[in-house]
């Protein structure tokens, strides 16, 4: 009799203990600190969703907003793009091509060094037929998300930020057209829609100087693009609108810990405190690890390089990948056009490879003409770092050391794509909130 009669106190003891699990916020989030070191895509959408949660957010870098690869890329925001690196047959294939590429848009540097042969060797091991397609299926479900996101980001900081505008991949060798047509009936089957156009049809949607016969390609109306400084600019504004912490010129020096917690960061500009931490600083995320004594990441950074010319005398109204040589060509605005290419895995150096800007140059002469650059020759010239894992996946989650230590790099070339359902998916896992299967093979330490 006395277990009845308390029965239903307990019953409404534990739902109204449940209640706040089903609001905005998560259980506990409410007031939480997190300190996130990275401004860039990852670091400022990952600030985002955690001020979404309830979080008190802080966003420390070392320079201003966007100033690292997230300044620089391409903008394409592709849920069409669901393979990585690491394919079968392609992974002998394309660490040959990257050991012998000497002046070309590929290559390795710093082959003695034992992280470049890790990395390398993973690489290797993760182009399985199984594994391929398990990593295509993740990439494709987090770029389908992470392409409604962007859609409701920009919509909320207004302007014309996002442009679906469809992308262009085009090829003017029949090999690299039969290797764009193979992918596009893979994609069909992912309820991917794509058209081929070929000859002139081309020219009417990009200017060109190669004969009509030998241009080919395919058309992805659901891509489109962003620009990346004036999205993240603008969303670092609306962040601190509300309140958020965002500061640069802050170089994180150590970690202060106690136990399997970390309790503050040690910068030039004295200690910051918090609750949770977000290392979200791309490829030197590593560097950043070691400071706080945790197992570093089997990660790497692929150099690649950006021209932006300003009154270019082609007009270019959709993105476009030029496959052949996987060259990116952007129209940032109406005055401005940016070409983005090259692949250097293992390069930590900033100085510039003149011979990397002259392989972009090169290709883009091929398209648009010889006297192309002669008439072009206003353009500034962009070096930055893409932070990449073996396997193609982003790493996400809690480092295994610490309690309340997280990372989010490892994004390859698709870090302003995936950087807001990564800011979603951090904001999961410190709001305590279950993953997806796929979502959890994104552990940062899994090698």
């Known amino acids: 009799m006395k277990i009845n009669a308390f029965l239903p106190l307990f019953l409404l003891s534990v739902i109204l203990q449940s209640l706040p699990l089903y609001g905005k916020e998560a259980a506990g989030s409410a007031g939480k600190r997190v300190v996130i070191v990275g401004a860039g895509s990852i670091g400022l959408m990952s600030a985002y969703f955690l001020y979404k949660d309830g979080f008190d957010v802080t966003v420390l870098d070392r320079e201003e907003p966007a100033s690292g690869a997230s300044f620089g890329n ?176 802050v170089k994180v020096t150590d970690f202060r810990t106690d136990a399997r917690k970390v309790t503050g960061l040690m910068t030039n500009d004295g200690l910051v405190k918090g609750d949770e931490f977000l290392i979200a600083a791309g490829f030197e995320s590593n560097g950043l690890i070691k400071k706080a004594r945790a197992r570093s990441l089997v990660l790497l950074p692929g150099a690649g390089y950006s021209l932006t010319i300003k009154n270019p005398g082609v007009h270019v109204f959709k993105p476009v990948m030029l496959a052949d040589h996987h060259v990116a060509v952007t129209p940032l605005d109406q005055n401005r056009l940016r070409v983005a290419g090259v692949m250097v895995m293992g390069d930590y150096s900033r100085k510039h490879d003149r011979s990397k800007v002259d392989f972009i140059k090169g290709v883009i002469r091929t398209w648009f003409g010889e006297d192309f650059w002669e008439q072009n020759p206003d353009y500034t010239t962009w070096k930055g770092h893409r932070p990449c894992s073996p396997d193609g996946l982003p790493m996400v989650g809690r480092l295994k050391e610490y309690q309340n230590l997280s990372v989010a790099t490892g994004h390859c070339t698709l870090g302003m794509h995936f950087g807001p359902v990564t800011g979603r998916i951090v904001s999961s896992v410190l709001s305590g909130r279950p993953l997806s299967n796929g979502e959890q093979k994104l552990r940062p330490q899994r090698y």
């Open 74 to 249: 391409a903008g394409f925001i592709v849920p069409s793009s669901a393979y990585p690196l690491a394919a079968p047959g392609m992974v002998r294939q394309g660490l040959s091509r990257m050991l012998r590429s000497g002046a070309g848009g590929m290559g390795f540097e710093n082959l003695h060094y034992p992280s470049t042969l890790r990395w390398a060797w993973h690489f290797w091991r993760s182009g399985t037929e199984k594994q391929y397609r398990e990593t295509s299926d993740i990439l494709f479900s987090l770029g389908q998300e992470s392409s409604r996101l962007h859609k409701d980001i920009a919509s909320m900081l207004g302007g014309s930020i996002y442009q679906q505008s469809g992308r262009l991949e085009l090829t003017s060798s029949e090999e690299a057209f039969e290797d764009s047509r193979a992918k596009a009936r893979r994609l069909k089957e992912r309820g991917i829609v794509t058209s081929e156009v070929t000859g002139d049809a081309v020219r009417e949607l990009i200017p060109h100087t190669l004969p009509a016969s030998a241009v080919k390609g395919v058309f992805y109306p659901g891509d489109g693009y962003i620009r990346p400084y004036v999205l993240l600019k603008a969303l670092a504004d609306w962040l601190r609108e509300r309140g958020v912490i965002i500061r640069g010129g």
